[in-house]
């Protein structure tokens, strides 16, 4: 994943301001710093030395020290000229970011959770309105535009290469905007302290051409299709009686519930529990059993299941695709 | 020249200043101590204490960290032990230290005998020592604060922290404010009125000028974090709804509350360190520091500044646009007085002689790394790269390079200076030495990858990280450098001990430095003074000496001062200061039995302050004894 949550790499326009202002901020503050480290340094060396018998210097009692003045009047000088540099070239950055275009951009809301990222994307069409978590596919080359919100504490929403972060907080709605100039896969994390599992509160973003954008969105439109064959059809079941749709929804199911991730599509999705654990049958079936040794603290309680019942639920949920 | 600058007491006299004015022997009397030398010694070996136990606790971490997927800790211990590391370093080390060194330092570097309030001064450090206790035993009971040392609602209110954990946190500062504004109090009050005759404001030492300027800001930001954390607690405990969205409350009220208090308490620790700067400078490089007017005004203007930035801490939050700007100007015009003192600094080491010892090494090691520390908050303050590298472990090395190279680093050399005074005895050379470069060289290992970590993603505060991140690495080397900094902090313990023990006797004024505390004995006489000096100059014992040189007239047998005016420093009354006391420990104690108690049932409140009200009428309860003894000094001529 090295690569895929740098700040220095950027993949967008956001991002790709702030890395040149970076830049520009770099060089002057190490033009500063090697100036000053010059200037200390030749202060040690050329200093005669001295020892606890060295009578003190005190002719600059009497005199101003014209020169010495005029030299450190002139290197403050220069340090407001470089400090103001910083500012116009800080405010020209939030500048660009402010006036990020904002036309046909695409609207999803993220509600964060501990500890996952709950995402629905808006559509004027309520029909074409739907829910997802923890990863977000974008189209490259389309501005996108969050709304931010919180269903518990404050959470920080941040996608290191395409944009700064944005606080989720409860009872406000921030938005921020992002856009993907190039398509790849986006490491984002939770960058606010929320409690036990801050650390494994992350989520990718897909960035894709429009057409694949368009084929994902409406694939996840689409309701769960019903079990064809008696294994899932049992998983089915299970999900539907047992303890799970207390807290999941199943679009197409009776299964509404909203305390915890939408499965709607879940085997679609490359990570389970917020990127903590990989998506495949086996670690699907660990995490239904016991959440905790993969995130210690998780809001998802253990599920003692008889082994073939844990399988056919396994085989039911893979079919969401 | 510089060797007696005080004038030598009768021998009679000196006995009867030493009766006068020193604690009274056995263990009552060491609870009853008021002596300012006492009280700072104790309260810099207490804050030491605490910097040793919140440095095992990042210790702690370092090895949790030091790779992926590591199991040493869970994510509760290692939330509640970044919480007390960052609470115990912030509330019990940084800011008391200073205060600290203050209490010792200032009334021997004005030329007088005490703190204007000596017995407040032990009550402040009683309420401290066992605020300290307190959060310690709580977490070691696992009831300790796990929220992080700026604790955010809602994650500390009453719905998301269960138990009294977070309670806990919010009685720790209340014992700390309490602790730190009247220590301030009595610092303004010693520095305005106590200043030996002669010491106008012009004349005054640099660091008496940064600690002056520090309790004032003292004074002003921490009622703000006393008030959100009273709000927190009432929300916990009697259900308010401060913080609360649901009704009506608002989580950001806390952060604007907390960070108008938190940035300028970076401050609070900063520059009391640029006075110890200032001292050990002037000393090592032989000459008065240039431009010293230039100094003062940079203090006081950082000062102002430090209250214009809270809102730095707050740029991914809501805060409207334009307002974010108007603290971006504000976070990079406050580098202009520290760049004023950094050159300032320079031109005398320039024009100096230097005398090489450890205290000024690390001095000097500030110029790297506050330097560096100096430029990354610069980065820190622009909106939109801080919109990055906010909550990344970017701001821990930023954070770490400003307080360690800002005020660890000058405070370890201001030891080294200061030990020979204290101690009467002087630290070893050649350990200091091996202290300072381990120090510098392991610091810069630690946290220097740590900026490198935030560029690439890694938040703050996480009690571990996957291998796929690819931040192991770097991870491993922060840690190895922990370990060396361990090192040579216990280095600096082995060479305290050592040199407490068989160290080369100093003598008064070893380096031949040119403020009136190297006129004292080393250590100190009870009474600093034999006479109270008559001051001239801002180098007294360099420069020419005064007629007269010393206040003549003050009793022997009652502790007596000299007030003076505020500006002029001309002699203005004389003042008696207050007799050892235990009442102001048992104050103390009836303030931690409220305070703590008030953590499990509000009512502790109402009948905690009973106690409190006893013991505070007992302590200023006048006896005929010193009412008769005051009456006759008034009359005597």
Redo the contacts between chains.
């Keep these: 994943m090295q690569g895929l949550h740098d700040v220095l790499q950027p993949a967008g326009p956001a991002a790709a301001h702030i890395a040149t202002l970076w830049w520009l901020t770099l060089a002057i503050c190490a033009a500063v710093f090697i100036a000053i480290l010059v200037a200390f340094l030749i202060a040690l060396v050329r200093a005669p030395r001295a020892d606890a018998a060295t009578p003190p210097d005190l002719a600059p009692l009497g005199s101003a020290e014209p020169r010495t003045r005029l030299v450190v009047s002139i290197a403050v000088a220069c340090s407001i000229v470089g400090l103001l540099l910083l500012l116009a070239g800080s405010i020209a950055a939030d500048r660009a970011l402010a006036r990020m275009p904002e036309d046909d951009a695409l609207h999803i809301q993220v509600t964060g959770h501990q500890w996952w990222w709950d995402v629905i994307y808006d559509d004027p069409q309520p029909s074409r309105r739907f829910q997802t978590a923890n990863e977000i596919h974008i189209p490259v080359g389309r501005p996108v535009l969050l709304s931010l919100q919180s269903g518990d504490v404050i959470h920080s929403f941040w996608v290191p290469n395409l944009a700064g972060k944005k606080d989720l907080i409860p009872g406000h709605i921030l938005t921020l905007r992002l856009q993907a100039d190039k398509a790849g896969t986006y490491r984002g994390q939770c960058a606010e302290f929320c409690g036990l599992q801050h650390a494994f509160m992350g989520f990718e973003v897909i960035a894709e051409s429009p057409q694949a954008f368009a084929a994902w969105s409406d694939a996840q439109r689409e309701p769960a299709h019903a079990p064809s064959d008696p294994g899932t059809t049992r998983g089915h079941d299970l999900f539907l009686t047992g303890t799970c749709m207390m807290c999941h929804a199943i679009a197409g199911t009776p299964a509404g519930a909203r305390a915890g991730p939408d499965l709607t599509h879940v085997a679609s999705r490359k990570w389970l529990a917020a990127g903590a654990v990989p998506n495949d049958p086996e670690h699907l079936a660990a995490w239904i059993r016991d959440p905790g040794q993969f995130k210690p603290g998780a809001q998802m309680p253990p599920h003692a299941v008889p082994k073939d019942e844990l399988d056919a639920l396994v085989a039911y949920l893979e079919t969401l695709r | 020249m510089t060797d007696a600058y005080v004038a030598m007491p009768e021998p009679a006299a000196a006995q009867a200043l030493e009766r006068t004015w020193r604690d009274p022997p056995g263990f009552l009397g060491w609870l009853a101590a008021v002596n300012h030398k006492s009280i700072g010694r104790r309260f810099i070996v207490t804050a030491f204490g605490f910097f040793v136990a919140a440095g095992l606790l990042a210790a702690v971490m370092r090895l949790q960290l030091s790779r992926p997927d590591n199991h040493i800790v869970?994510?509760?211990l290692y939330?509640r032990i970044f919480t007390l590391h960052g609470t115990a370093m912030m509330f019990l080390f940084a800011v008391p230290v200073m205060q600290a060194m203050a209490v010792y330092l200032v009334p021997l570097m004005i030329g007088t005998r005490s703190t204007a309030f000596p017995r407040m001064t032990a009550y402040a450090y009683w309420v401290y020592l066992f605020g300290g206790l307190m959060i310690f035993i709580a977490f070691l009971l696992a009831m300790g604060p796990d929220?992080?040392w700026f604790n955010?609602v809602?994650?500390s209110g009453p719905?998301?922290s269960s138990g009294k954990r977070s309670d806990f946190w919010a009685q720790l500062i209340t014992f700390t404010e309490v602790s730190g504004l009247l220590v301030s109090v009595d610092i303004i009050t010693t520095v305005f009125k106590l200043r030996a005759p002669g010491m106008t404001l012009a004349r005054m030492p640099l660091f008496v000028w940064a600690m002056l300027v520090t309790a004032f800001m003292i004074i002003f930001a921490m009622p703000a974090v006393m008030l959100s954390s009273t709000m927190l607690i009432m929300d916990r405990l009697v259900g308010t709804h401060f913080f609360n969205?649901?009704d009506g409350?608002?989580?950001?009220l806390w952060q604007h509350l907390f960070w108008f208090f938190g940035h300028p308490e970076v401050y609070f620790i900063f520059i009391p360190a640029l006075g110890f700067m200032s001292s050990i400078i002037a000393t090592?490089?032989?000459?008065?520091i240039?431009?010293h007017t230039a100094m003062v005004l940079a203090l006081i203007a950082t000062a102002f500044f430090a209250f214009g930035l809270w809102v730095h801490h707050m740029f991914?939050?809501?805060v409207p646009?334009l307002g974010?700007?108007f603290f971006?100007?504000m976070s990079?015009?406050i580098?202009?007085p520290s760049?004023?003192q950094?050159?300032?600094w320079?031109?005398t080491?320039?024009?100096?002689?230097?005398?090489?010892t450890s205290a000024l090494l690390f001095t000097?090691g500030f110029?790297?790394i506050l330097?560096?520390g100096g430029?990354?908050g610069?980065?820190l303050g622009?909106?939109?790269?801080?919109?990055?590298?906010?909550?990344?472990y970017f701001v821990v090395a930023h954070l770490h390079y400003v307080l360690i190279g800002g005020a660890v680093f000058p405070l370890f050399g201001a030891w080294y200076y200061w030990f020979p005074k204290i101690t009467g005895r002087l630290m070893d050379e050649r350990l200091g030495r091996w202290n300072f470069w381990l120090f510098f060289i392991a610091f810069n290992v630690t946290f220097y990858p740590m900026h490198h970590l935030?560029?690439?993603?890694m938040?703050?505060?996480?009690?571990?990280?996957?291998a796929?991140?690819?931040w192991g690495p770097l991870n491993l080397l922060a840690s190895v450098g922990a370990v060396v900094i361990a090192l040579s902090v216990l280095l600096f313990i082995v060479n305290a001990v050592k040199s407490l023990r068989s160290g080369e006797l100093a003598g008064p004024n070893?380096?031949?430095a040119?403020s009136l505390e190297w006129a004292a004995d080393s250590p100190p006489a009870a009474y600093d003074f034999a006479a109270i000096p008559v001051v001239a100059?801002?180098?007294p014992l360099?420069?020419a000496r005064p007629a007269p040189s010393h206040v003549t007239g003050l009793a022997t047998d009652v502790r007596e001062g000299v007030s003076t005016t505020v500006i002029d420093a001309l002699p203005d009354h004389r003042y008696t200061f207050p007799s050892p006391t235990p009442w102001t420990f048992l104050a103390a104690v009836a303030t931690t039995v409220m305070f703590i108690s008030s953590i499990f049932t509000p009512w502790a409140v109402v009948w905690g302050s009973i106690p409190i009200i006893i013991t505070l009428i007992a302590w200023f309860w006048p006896t005929r004894e010193e009412t008769a003894k005051h009456l006759a000094l008034e009359k005597r001529p």
């Excluded at chain 2, 080491?349 to 090489?356: N, Q």
């Design positions: 869970g994510p509760d939330n929220n992080g955010y809602p994650l719905q998301y969205p649901a409350g608002d989580p950001l090592f490089a032989r000459r008065p240039f431009g991914a939050t809501n646009d974010k700007a971006t100007a990079l015009m580098a202009i760049a004023v950094i050159f300032c320079i031109a080491l320039w024009k100096g002689r230097l005398y090489m000097l110029f790297f330097v560096i430029l990354t610069l980065i622009s909106v939109p790269l801080d919109l990055q590298v906010h909550d990344s935030g560029l690439e993603g938040p703050r505060r996480v009690y571990t990280y996957a796929a991140t690819g070893p380096w031949r040119p100059s801002r180098e360099w420069d």
